[in-house]
């Protein structure tokens, strides 16, 4: 019986060291990856916010409320290491009645501020966009077509850090994707700081006001007699990112916008306000951020060692077992006369 413990005790202590071998060096990378299946929606807003409104060519105040749906394209063919994901963000005026975005609930889309569409190819492990030019990378844009706004599909070559940061990240800056812009810029790391007891690394990114593009509006938007005029689009932007440093995943995000148009010296408000996500929001992401720094960063040194002494102290349990029942046996004949 002693031999069964004994032998038991080493197999098992060997499996164990072993599997620890396994856990640090394969199931921690295997899974420190994005999945090809991902799918998410994250709920943000904009408390008092200030947008143009194309209905009455004036600027208006209304508390916003924005929608980002993410999926990823499992069916494309990707290299190695690389996934692909759909994002379309929706922002609705939540002071109009009925606001939505989704044509099959109101195909006059009341309400519907903005919304765009993207699509983009980045590293499963680094979250660094990546050149595959048969994943496909683009943005959805409305395009006027002989009077008529018509969505096309822009291609864009993007660079640097698009949903996320890598895992395991290091306290160190980071070149951010800003669609936008259409460039990536520098998100400066500033320091650690608690997001519901969760340890983060924070960074800002900071875009200085920069011309965008140019918009054709009535004259009368800015107080002139001319039909037409060509507005500048302005664009800048404080934008605020807590990272859990395992996943690389953000917690919480705080957007400073402030989108204008300029036309001699006067400014007319775009899109001017905080975008940030909502308190249910940063609960959630708080939460799995607990458990997956905990799970993944177990896996790095914890979750081994601890196998390991368990290991050995199995494998010496059973060593010691073994040994103390090795000692000088009565033989039947023995017995006999000691019992006669």
Not at 189 to 195: A, D, F, N, P
Request: glycine share 8%.
């Amino acid at each position: 019986m002693r031999r069964v413990i004994s032998t038991t005790l080493i197999g098992l202590g060997a499996f164990l060291i072993m599997a620890a071998v396994l856990v640090k060096f394969y199931a921690h990378p295997s899974l420190a990856t994005m999945p090809t299946n991902y799918e998410s929606t994250t709920d943000l807003q904009a408390i008092d916010a200030t947008i143009f409104d194309a209905s009455t060519l004036e600027p208006k105040s209304t508390d916003l409320a924005i929608s980002s749906y993410t999926v990823a394209d499992s069916d494309v063919a990707t290299p190695d290491g690389v996934v692909v994901w759909v994002n379309r963000t929706s922002i609705l005026d939540t002071s109009v009645e009925g606001a939505t975005c989704d044509p099959t609930v109101d195909a006059a889309l009341p309400g519907c501020f903005q919304q765009t569409s993207d699509r983009s190819p980045f590293s499963a492990e680094s979250g660094a966009a990546e050149a595959c030019p048969d994943c496909g990378s683009y943005v959805d844009e409305s395009v006027d077509v002989g009077g008529e706004y018509v969505v096309e599909q822009v291609e864009v070559n993007r660079s640097g850090q698009i949903f996320k940061g890598p895992f395991d990240m290091g306290k160190e800056d980071l070149q951010w994707w800003d669609s936008s812009l259409g460039e990536a810029t520098t998100m400066k790391y500033v320091g650690t700081e608690k997001v519901d007891g969760l340890e983060t690394y924070k960074l800002v990114q900071t875009i200085e006001p920069t011309q965008i593009g140019t918009r054709d509006l009535p004259g009368s938007v800015f107080d002139t007699d001319e039909d037409t005029i060509t507005a500048d689009e302005m664009y800048g932007m404080v934008r605020t990112i807590w990272f859990e440093p395992t996943t690389g995943s953000p917690v919480q995000r705080v957007e400073v916008r402030n989108q204008y148009f300029a036309f001699e010296g006067q400014e007319v408000p775009a899109f001017v306000g905080t975008v940030e996500y909502t308190p249910d929001t940063v609960s959630d992401l708080v939460d799995d951020g607990k458990f997956q720094s905990f799970f993944l960063g177990g896996m790095v040194w914890l979750f081994p060692l601890t196998m390991i002494v368990l290991g050995l102290a199995a494998i010496a349990g059973g060593l010691q077992i073994r040994r103390s029942g090795g000692g000088k046996r009565t033989s039947k004949k023995d017995r006999e006369l000691v019992t006669a």
